[in-house]
């Protein structure tokens, strides 16, 4: 059976080039026979058809003369819409997470709205697909460690981490999946993620930290209270595909 790299093959069916489709693949935006294609330089069979993800439009939330609150796709880079929209990022999601994003126009703003991070005066609220059934709330308060290295960031629960408190809620069971709400005050990096899996509700599609395939992190920022004011995100349709929707 004849094999060739993944990317250079996406770049032959798509008529585009090898820098573009290793960028595309390594956007979790490919699949072939169903699942992600997840290594750019892996063999795939010669004839192998892909089917490309678009990803979407962000939609403006709210703006004014000192914030612009976008609902950020998943597959979108929060960088990446900083630098299309001239905007600083007051905090950042990771790829795959989808809902509020925060831009700051007014540098005053900025540094207050800094300080009511660092002193948790600011609420987030998630909600997550994750696998198994939850019935109870559960407060996960436990350092997290972050190491980062050249495939990305890693993080864990460690004695020698930063404090890190995450509250869970049982929102929907459907079938062998829930919907769980998540508030955090704290920020670490993958906290929501590393947290529920701590507890055996690893979130669907995050792969990383023992998640069942899906097509997407099924995580998704819904809310963010800063200054006494609340910026909304709707559960994208992606979740429907799990029985979750309205929220």
């Given at each position: ?139 996960i308060e436990a350092p997290i460690l972050t190491i980062k290295g050249k495939g990305g960031a890693v993080s864990k ?38 947290h529920l899996r701590s507890i055996g509700l690893s979130i669907l599609g995050d792969d990383k930290y023992g998640g ?12 963010v209270t800063l200054f006494g004011q609340t910026f909304k995100a709707p559960l994208p349709s992606a979740f429907k ?7």
């Open positions: 059976m004849n094999e060739e790299k993944a990317y250079k093959l996406l770049a032959a069916q798509e008529g585009i080039s090898n820098r573009a489709a290793k960028e595309m693949i390594d956007q979790g935006l490919v699949y072939a026979k169903g699942k992600k294609v997840l290594v750019a330089r892996g063999n795939l069979a010669a004839d192998t058809e892909f089917k490309v993800e678009k990803p979407a439009k962000p939609v403006t939330i709210f703006e004014n003369d000192k914030v612009l609150v976008l609902d950020k796709p998943a597959f979108v880079l929060s960088e990446d819409l900083a630098v299309s929209h001239g905007y600083p990022l007051l905090h950042r999601l990771d790829k795959e997470t989808s809902g509020v994003l925060i831009l700051v126009k007014d540098e005053e703003y900025r540094q207050a709205a800094i300080e009511e991070f660092k002193e948790m005066r600011v609420e987030k609220i998630y909600f997550a697909a994750v696998a198994g059934k939850c019935i109870e709330p559960a407060r629960i460690s004695a020698n981490g930063k404090p890190a408190l995450t509250l869970v809620e049982p929102y929907l069971v459907e079938g062998k999946h829930s919907l769980v709400k998540v508030s955090i005050q704290t920020g670490r990096t993958h906290q929501i993620r590393v069942k395939q899906a097509d997407r992190v099924m995580l998704h920022a819904y809310s595909k799990y029985g979750f929707s309205g929220v």
